[in-house]
């Protein structure tokens, strides 16, 4: 055996010999899985589940295991649901079946389960099943289903009606939240008229029938005026329904999405509408939607008004203005018409006489024959689409319609065969598949078809360690442009700026149009952010040079804004959006220049958000407490009081001190709520040492941020929380203010502290002569108490200056009076030093580090004042 044979031979002794090694993996594997796994019992209760089994169902795993799966959705799907675990249980044989979960009465999930049955050591069934979510595949086959169904009913020469109809239908089948409905214009262009809305409400079809179109006439009316997509996500307070606010409101309608049914030419025929019950804001999936659905609205409506012209100018074959050929029972030609001469170019005396497969194109086999003829014979007709040769040998594709004329015995006497040439309608087909990707104005791909070329430019950049640039470029000045020329000349000059810009790109980029006049490139083959200045230097130069149109000459710039992947690791959606977010940049930095997006700040943006929502969480679920640093007489030896100091209990990273997260919070609402929490806790801590009856020093000081103190209603508010605390003295409470904070009014201040002080509560001023008021503070704030701060005190033994701030913050709380303390007393020597030049209180590491509430009573009872501060 090979050294290797031998190593795995050993590896698999010692896996075999030791089953908890094996249960390590297999619990791994199980609890890792992407896909939900779960394990029942033979009464089909769940034994085991996995956390993607939770995850997908939405429900936690104490709430299901020892139940049935059966027992959380709809009685009319219970039965069913059980009866397939039943049936594996009892046959053993595994099974593949597809199930539809729903529940509260909705539903959730389209599924894919394998369920095979296993047997314990005691003989016992039970049953392994691992879940495949395909909701999305489900819709997405749906929605093809749809397209494709729409289409044939298009090309089927189906009534106007029904594949409008069947558009409106196909939508709402997709989402049943949305109701559509289709508006066509009058002849003359100027009137909506009621199309297809089967789930509208009919007075509000009736409302909106024969109604002017015009800015403000709702969504559809303003759409179809201005020929430009109108998304109105709120009705109720949007100005182009006021006048219809009322009639939307008794239809129950919130929102509404419209898009102008557009002809090959540009001409408005209608437009296309969605409606939300409730105030909702369209996704990127839904714009697409809406394009596609109005688009196969436009294909629908031209054939149909193609087909009312030919039937009026062609009055003699006004009921024949198909291709008709007559055969024999022995399906000889026997007669043609001449729209069929018209389509094949035959003429009668070319094909009389002959058989019909003078016409086949070879494209299709000869069991595609067998079947038409086994149809026209057991069935008596056979319709369908076939490819078929014109004499000049072209070919073409038809609708062909052949149905069998028999005598009253039941014989076949002739076959007549109607067709109708659709190479028109494959070329609509064709174009629709145009429309979908690409911009109708200008050419160049639209949103669709770009999302599509960045993901798989991305993929290149991955494959290659090469990086793209994500470009989004946006006219300046180019509404003026509109305003003054009008529409039309807006178009032409649309169409001529994406000529030049797409002339400015390298070979291998891409330019596309994703509305209005915004434009994104996508610039490949990247391996510096240089590379592609020179490109944007183009685009610039591209859109600012002046541009005739008629006789009028035009000049407008450009700003944009790119970023770099991946050095932006972000998906397309996050690319684009970064990339116009630079854009904006570039606009408000003078426009006609080019920003690239600083990913740095924007991660800062992120860090600082998710800071605030982890704060936010922390607060809703009580992670903060309150921790208490005495504070002593160094001469007398007695304690004080304590300093409630707040700290995060946070469940990963552990005890989080201050400078953690309050500057975060700093300018942010919940330094306030944050704030009155503290105070509310310390006047708690202050009742409950009360209750205990302990000899405790109750005095709490607790600090406050300037922008709570200099709220409106702060007195108010902290008679309120003293109100929820009756057995506690006010003047047991002491507001701590930094002196290093800047008060926006001190005027307004000193009438705020006076009001609280006439409640009984004191107040200090912290950190005193870091900041740079501080003889303003002293003289007109009406504190009690001056707080040197801990960084003179830590350094005062060493450092001159220090010691000299020392002695005159001393100096100044005598001169007006004010009792002082010294923060930051770390060594017995501080003490002595602060005694001998008059300050006799202090607090700091070297009395006493902040600690629990429950740990005070314990160290008031031990703590004694040094010998040396006695003398």
Known sequence: MTSKQINDTNQLRQLNENPNRIEMYL??????????IFIKDDECRLLLVNDAFCSMFALPRNKIIGKTLAETVTPSEREHFLSIDRQVLAGGKEVLCEETLTFSGEQTKII??????????????????????????????????????VLELITSGEAL???????????????????????????????????????LPDFYNEAIHGIEIGIGVGSCGTAAFKNERVIVDDIQTHPYWVSYKELANSAGLGACWSEPIRSTTGKVLGTFAIYH?????????????????????????????????????????????????????????TEVNATFSQITGYFPEDVLGKNPNILQSKRQTPEFYAEMWTALKTQGHWRGEIWNRRKNGEIYPEILTISAVKNSAGLVQHYVSLCTDITSMKAHQNQLEHIAHYDLLTNLPNRVLLADRLSQAMLQCNRHQQSLAVVFLDLDGFKHVNDTNGHDVGDELLIALSVRMKKALREGDSLARIGGDEFVAVLTDLTAVEDCEPVLERLLLAASNPITIGSVVLSVSASIGFTLYPQDCVDADQLMRHADQAMYVAKESGKNRFHLF?????????????????????LDNHQ???????????????????????????????????????????????????????????????????????????????????????????????????????NVLPS?????????????????????????????????????????????????????????????????????????????????AKLFNREVIAEGVETIEH????????????????????????????WVSNWKANEAWQV
């Not at 989402?175 to 009058?186: A, G, K, Q």
Request: charged share 20%.
């Open 112 to 149: 894919l389960t394998r369920k095979n049955r296993y047997t314990d050591p005691q003989g016992n069934y039970f049953l392994v099943g691992t879940i495949y979510d395909i909701t999305e595949r489900k819709q997405n086959e749906l929605r093809e289903t749809s397209r494709t169904h």
């Open 27 to 36: 619990n791994t594997v199980f609890n890792n899985s992407k896909d939900p």
């Open 277 to 333: 019950h409730v105030v909702n804001i369209p996704t990127e999936a839904d714009l697409v939607l809406i394009e596609q659905s109005a688009n196969l609205a436009s294909i629908a409506i031209e054939k149909k008004q193609a087909e009312e012209k030919l039937k009026r100018s062609a009055s003699v074959f006004s009921h024949a203005h198909e291709g008709i050929m007559i055969t024999d029972a022995n399906a000889n030609i």
């Open 624 to 726: 903060f407490v309150l921790h208490y640093q005495p504070k002593v007489n160094m001469r007398s030896g007695t304690v004080t009081g304590v300093e409630a100091l707040i700290r995060w209990q946070h469940p990963e990273r552990g005890l989080l001190n201050p400078i953690e997260f309050l500057p975060i919070i700093e300018n942010n609402p919940m330094i306030v709520e944050m704030g009155e929490w503290v105070i509310d806790r310390a006047l708690t801590q202050i009742n409950q040492w009360q209750n205990m009856r302990l000899n405790l020093p109750l005095f709490i000081s607790v600090n406050i941020a300037a922008v709570q103190l200099q709220q409106p209603d702060f007195t108010q508010r902290l008679t309120t929380l003293l109100a929820a605390h009756p």
């Open 732 to 812: 047991y409470l002491e507001l701590e203010v930094l002196e290093t904070t800047a008060l926006d009014d001190v005027n307004h201040v000193s009438t705020i502290m006076n009001a609280c002080m006439a409640l009984g509560v004191s107040f200090a001023l912290d950190d005193f002569g870091t900041g740079y008021s501080s003889l303003t503070y002293l003289r007109r704030l009406p504190a009690n108490l001056i707080k040197i701060d801990q960084s003179f005190v830590r350094d005062m033994l060493i450092d001159a200056d220090d010691l000299a701030i020392v002695k005159g913050v001393i100096a100044l």
């Open 161 to 199: 009606p029904v594949i409008l109809g069947s558009i409106v239908s196909a939508v709402e089948q997709l989402n049943p939240e949305m109701l559509c409905s289709i508006l066509l214009l009058d002849n003359a262009g100027k009137h909506l008229l009621s199309g297809t809305a089967s789930s």
């Open 831 to 858: 003490g002595a030093a602060l005694l001998q030049l008059g300050c006799e209180l202090a607090q700091g590491y070297g009395i006493a580090r902040p600690m629990p509430a429950d740990d005070i009573p314990q």
């Open 598 to 618: 600083d990913t740095a700040q924007d991660d800062a943006v992120k860090v600082q958000r998710e800071s605030l929502e982890a704060i936010r969480s922390a």
